[in-house]
């Protein structure tokens, strides 16, 4: 059986995120990416940077059969690595003995705003902990920025997120480059994306 997933926004976002992530992402070393859902951003950029070992993970059983199934369907098996199975609230991060020390970058597409506030926090710290100096955490998805929406898709997308869960919602981006500094990182850029998201581009101070 099939047990690939297709996340329509995935295949809509996956040019503009690579094409940003060219521009950031380091000549080597392991990638590690968070939350990577079906696991179709994971193979599409494992295949834009084979120099890079994209490393997907999440928490969700279902979502890591995908992601597996999308590795073995694309013929990656003998270059990426098999899903691991991370929760980001779960501190330390788990992470295997060969990854410890090589993971040169941290993605995370799509989860803050799909997740409670403590697990921003955990993103943050963690990578902090994580990742050398120099290194980038790169964060996309929906923000308010001072306090209020970019557009008004976004402030109806936060409504039904809260509805569907209180501790949910599309973060403030002030609040999420204070934790980040008080983490260790210098807030680099934010860059505006298609669709009313944005790119952080958060260094290891």
């Known amino acids: ?28 070393g392991a990638v590690l990416e968070l939350a990577s859902g079906s696991g179709e951003h994971a193979v599409c950029f494992q295949q834009r940077f084979p120099h890079l070992r994209w490393q997907a993970s999440d928490p969700d059983p279902d979502h ?12 990656l098996s003998q270059v990426m690595p098999a899903a691991l199975n991370l929760d980001v609230e779960h501190r330390p991060w788990p992470l295997p003995q060969n990854l ?14 799909i997740s409670p ?17 120099g290194a980038p955490l790169i964060i996309y998805g929906p923000f308010r920025r001072n306090g209020a929406h970019t557009s008004a898709s976004n402030a109806a997308f936060d409504q039904s997120l809260r509805e569907r869960n209180h501790q949910w919602g599309l973060r403030e981006l002030n609040h999420v480059t204070a934790i980040a500094a008080k983490a260790g990182f210098n807030t680099e850029n934010v860059v505006s994306m298609p669709a009313n998201n944005l790119t952080l581009v958060f260094q290891r101070a």
């Open 100 to 113: 410890q020390g090589a993971v040169k970058a941290v993605v995370c597409i799509n989860l803050l705003h």
């Open 64 to 75: 890591r059969a995908s992601i597996n199934a999308w590795i073995q369907h694309q013929g």
């Open 117 to 133: 506030a403590s697990c921003t926090d955990a993103v943050l710290e963690e990578s902090a902990l994580l990742l050398p100096s």
């Open 1 to 28: 059986m099939d047990q690939r997933l297709f996340f329509p926004a995935t295949e809509r976002n996956r040019g503009p995120i690579g094409d940003l992530l060219k521009q950031l992402l380091p000549g080597s």
